[in-house]
């Protein structure tokens, strides 16, 4: 079945360093895929998305890009604040059907300043 | 517009008894589905609820059930309640066909003693 598959954390940066966590998927067909970020205490909320092979999905300074010879959608950030130490998910969904999204496992990033 | 809004935020329950999650819908949204976080790990999809009709179901056993109301309002029911059902419960809400907008609830965290 579908998967996504994240660097485990924890990940300890200090502020202004550049980040990256790394996330693969195995999927049928070509799917959507997602990164979500959880602070603590609260739900998941939509950080970048991306549609079909090569978009690149940015917000808030965050970027991944979809590479499907990889089959990879590491996100990257090229300054880090302490306002990002969340809990950040990658995840997919496939664009036909009625399917659900599929998470990997999530990696915490802390900075400190 | 109004977000995701979960009740109640925290619950003690004691192994084999009943409990009731619910979930109020994004304004505009006709679609929720329901995700289980276990501590550590990323949400498993539990089920998916489309015009008050179960559309999609994950791995979960059958005492997992729920209902989706006319104004698009969600119950997530878990019966003779297992320790393992310890997590925190997110409820997602969706306009089908549009773009995979989930808009996520805060959650509830149940705690199964």
């Known amino acids: 079945g579908d998967s996504v598959t994240q660097m485990e954390g924890p990940v300890t940066l200090s502020e202004e360093a550049f980040l990256t966590i790394n996330c693969t998927y195995t999927?049928?067909?070509?799917?959507?895929l997602f990164w979500y970020v959880q602070y603590p205490g609260e739900g998941l909320q939509l950080l970048l998305k991306a549609t079909k092979a090569d978009d690149k999905g940015s917000n808030k300074g965050f970027e991944a890009t979809y590479r499907k010879e990889t089959t990879s959608f590491h996100l990257e950030k090229g300054s880090v604040q302490v306002s990002d130490s969340a809990v950040y998910f990658c995840?997919?969904?496939?664009?036909?059907?009625?399917?659900?999204?599929?998470f990997g496992k999530g990696t915490r990033l802390s900075v400190i300043a | 517009e109004t977000g995701v809004t979960q009740s109640p935020t925290h619950l003690i329950k004691t192994r084999g008894q009943q409990v009731t999650l619910r979930c109020s819908s994004q304004s505009g949204h006709n679609t929720v589905s329901w995700y289980q976080q276990a501590l550590g790990q990323g949400p498993q999809f539990i089920f998916q609820?489309?015009?008050?009709?179960?559309?999609g179901r994950g791995n979960f056993p059958p005492r997992f059930s729920g209902l989706q109301f006319p104004n698009y309002s969600s119950e997530l029911n878990v019966n003779a309640l297992e320790l393992d059902d310890s997590a925190l419960y997110l409820c997602?809400?969706?306009?089908?066909?549009?773009?995979?907008?989930?808009?996520f609830g805060s959650g509830t965290r149940l705690t199964v003693v």
């Open positions: 999927a049928t067909g070509y799917p959507s």
């Open positions: 995840a997919l969904i496939r664009n036909s059907g009625n399917t659900p999204l599929v």
């Open positions: 997602a809400s969706s306009l089908t066909g549009v773009d995979y907008g989930y808009t």
């Open positions: 609820y489309y015009r008050e009709e179960e559309n």
